[in-house]
């Protein structure tokens, strides 16, 4: 099982960035994706999450409008455009995986938002 994040990086605010979660190894389409983050000195918070069976999403109301999460369950992918950041959206993003008891976490992608 792995999920790899990837797309983060420095961005001035009121700029853009779009992270993506490859998955593998497990029944994709069966599961919940979500992005959390964790910035320095704070617990992980959760940020979207994209249900399986129907793709219904719901936001931390931070980055309700902001935020746009979407998976590709042919491809095995999801993803997180971000845009109209803010300093404050500076943190580790990470995507996570869940259906009943099975939960798989990727290794984070660090997001820096900064002029």
């Known amino acids: 099982v792995q999920l790899v994040e990837s797309g983060g990086g420095l961005v001035q605010p009121g700029g853009s960035l779009r992270l993506s979660c490859a998955a593998s190894?497990?029944?994709?389409?069966?599961?919940?994706m979500s992005w959390y983050r964790q910035a320095p000195g704070k617990a992980r918070e959760l940020v979207a999450t994209?249900?399986?069976?129907?793709?219904?999403?719901n936001y931390a109301a931070s980055v309700k409008g902001r935020f746009t999460i979407s998976r590709d369950n042919a491809k095995n992918m999801a993803a997180l455009q971000m845009n109209s950041l803010k300093p404050e959206d500076t943190a580790v993003y990470y995507c996570?995986?869940?259906?009943?008891?099975?939960?798989?976490w990727g290794q984070g992608t660090q997001v820096t938002v900064s002029s």
């Open positions: 994209i249900n399986s069976a129907d793709s219904t999403v």
């Open positions: 996570k995986a869940a259906f009943a008891w099975d939960e798989y």
């Open positions: 190894g497990f029944t994709f389409s069966s599961y919940v």
